[in-house]
């Protein structure tokens, strides 16, 4: 790859300057002792050559963040809120260029990407309207001459561990609450995305957020983890991503007995009931299975529809995924972008293959377009036929990959549903009343759609129960999050 080519990749960007491939510590751009490239899974182009800062460049950040945490949770609540509502407009003028990092980065198409700045944003926004609404309680108390009230205090330094998958709102999603609440952080992004935190950074730092409250630190995850998960300074791991790297956190983070937020991985069973439109709930699972080319966490993986229905849906949805058009994330016409990198290709390849092997039929595409496309590229394909217990079923796909499963009663479906360690989001489509109180209140999820193919909202509780994760982001819990409840009792009054 020659300089040219990796110019005009920058030369996308509006403002050249969220272009930056160094770390942001204590306010400062800084070099690392190696460096690691990031490519574009649409080509395979080389982006950039991003410094990787090692382990003391985490320490050098966790350092920053805790000597700025002294004062940014002595900064007046309505101050931070004016620094964060800054960022957040900025961020909205730079959407066009956020966007574009995000598609040269990680592939997903440019009108998802941009819609993803959006929706990060809105957490800054969000967040900055909390911070002054975060508050304790006054109580009554059994000791005579006693009053009792309760305060929530910042945390302290938060290490922030992050995906590719949304480059963007995933960070903004942890930082902004944790801002909001007077938390400083340290962030790692994932390696294949890290020109999307660092130009947030970039705007972070005129927006006039102070040195060492935000830091992005980028390079190899065995050399920066241990350092965010063991400094004694850092109070909390904020971690997105999946379920054995959450795992393995938890381990990390238990020895300092500091406190853990995991947003980990899915197994979505999207229910179709047979009282249901087949023709919208065809729409619904487009948008859940396909969207990032169905690559999120809380992506349709298993579709379970009764017999009454399944194959006007399987109808419904063939014509469907047939007109999905995949190709580079830049192209107007494209509705699916590439996956990851090929290994993803090959993983989500394997899946299919086993599928067919265990009696599925393919209904459309099942192949890599690897060749055809140039890219990371997977056919959009639609799997009917397959049982419950081969792997497309019990693994995260990840993928642009549906497959529909038939069940017939209300207790067949929940007991397929539930059958995963798994428990991040569930939809389910009926029009019975009393069908949407039974079955939600028996699906085992975090976050269940009715009729509502998107759960994610800044105002809402994102989060999963069982191996999908622990604790809550966006809405108040977001914020409370971040936050220790103190009790303080005061005696001798009377
Ligand atoms: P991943 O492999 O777990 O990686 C996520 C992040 O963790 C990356 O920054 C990665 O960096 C880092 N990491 C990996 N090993 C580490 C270690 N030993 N110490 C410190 N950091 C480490 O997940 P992914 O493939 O990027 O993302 C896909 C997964 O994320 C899926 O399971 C998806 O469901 C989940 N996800 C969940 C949510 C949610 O809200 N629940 C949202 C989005 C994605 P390196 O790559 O350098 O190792």
């Not at 998958?165 to 952080?185: D, H, S």
């Not at 406190?259 to 999207?270: D, I, Q, T, W």
């Not at 976050?447 to 509780?461: K, L, R």
């Amino acid at each position: 790859m020659s300089v040219a080519e990796l110019t005009s990749a920058a030369e996308r960007l509006k403002d050249q300057s969220l272009w930056q491939t160094k770390s942001y510590i204590d306010g400062e751009w800084v070099e690392g002792s190696a460096s690691f490239a990031v490519t574009n899974p649409a080509n395979n182009a080389l982006l950039a050559d991003v410094a990787d800062v090692g382990a003391a460049g985490a320490r050098q950040a966790v350092a920053a963040a805790s000597r700025a945490f002294e004062t940014w949770k002595k900064t007046s609540p309505f101050q931070r809120a004016a620094l964060l509502m800054r960022w957040h407009q900025l961020i909205l003028e730079n959407v066009d260029d956020l966007a574009a990092l995000i598609t040269l980065e990680m592939g997903k198409a440019y009108r998802e990407a941009q819609g993803e700045v959006v929706y990060g944003a809105s957490f800054i926004e969000w967040s900055a309207e909390e911070a002054k609404r975060i508050h304790g309680e006054t109580m009554a108390t059994p000791f005579p001459g006693t009053r009792g009230w309760t305060t929530r205090q910042p945390i302290g330094v938060v290490a922030c561990i992050t995906p590719w998958n949304f480059p963007n709102a995933m960070i903004t999603r942890k930082c902004a609450p944790a801002l909001a609440a007077g938390c400083t952080m340290v962030i790692k992004p994932a390696p294949e995305t890290p020109l999307s935190a660092l130009a947030l950074a970039v705007l972070a730092e005129r927006a006039g957020i102070p040195k060492g409250v935000f830091n992005v630190i980028c390079g190899d995850a065995e050399q920066l983890g241990p350092v965010m998960t063991e400094a004694p300074d850092v109070r909390m791991i904020g971690f997105t991503g999946s379920t054995a790297v959450g795992k393995l956190l938890m381990r990390q983070a238990a020895d300092g007995v500091k406190r853990v937020a995991l947003e980990l991985g899915g197994n979505a069973p999207f229910i179709v009931m047979d009282d249901a439109d087949p023709e919208v709930a065809a729409d619904g699972i487009i948008a859940s299975k396909y969207r990032v080319s169905g690559q999120t966490c809380v992506s349709a993986n298993r579709i379970i529809a009764q017999p009454g229905i399944a194959d006007a849906l399987v109808a419904a949805l063939q014509k469907r995924v047939d007109a999905l058009k995949p190709g580079d994330g830049f192209d107007g016409s494209t509705d699916i972008g590439p996956l990851i990198h090929h290994e993803a290709v090959e993983r989500v390849d394997a899946l299919v293959k086993d599928a067919r092997d265990s009696g599925a039929t393919i209904l459309a595409g099942g192949k890599p377009l690897t060749d055809e496309l140039g890219g990371a590229f997977y056919a959009p394909t639609l799997i009917e036929g397959g049982n419950p217990s081969m792997d497309l079923a019990c693994f995260e796909i990840f993928g642009p990959v549906a497959s529909i499963y038939r069940a017939e009663t209300e207790d067949e479906i929940i007991k397929l549903a539930n059958d995963t360690p798994y428990g991040l989001a569930a939809y389910l489509y009926t029009n019975d009343v009393t069908r949407i109180h039974r079955m939600t209140e028996a699906l085992e999820y975090g976050m269940i759609g009715v009729n509502a193919p998107m759960v994610g909202a800044a105002s809402t509780p994102f989060g999963g129960v069982k191996e999908s994760g622990i604790g809550r982001e966006g809405g108040k819990w977001g914020v409370e999050e971040f936050t220790e409840l103190r009790y303080v009792l005061l005696g001798g009054i009377e």
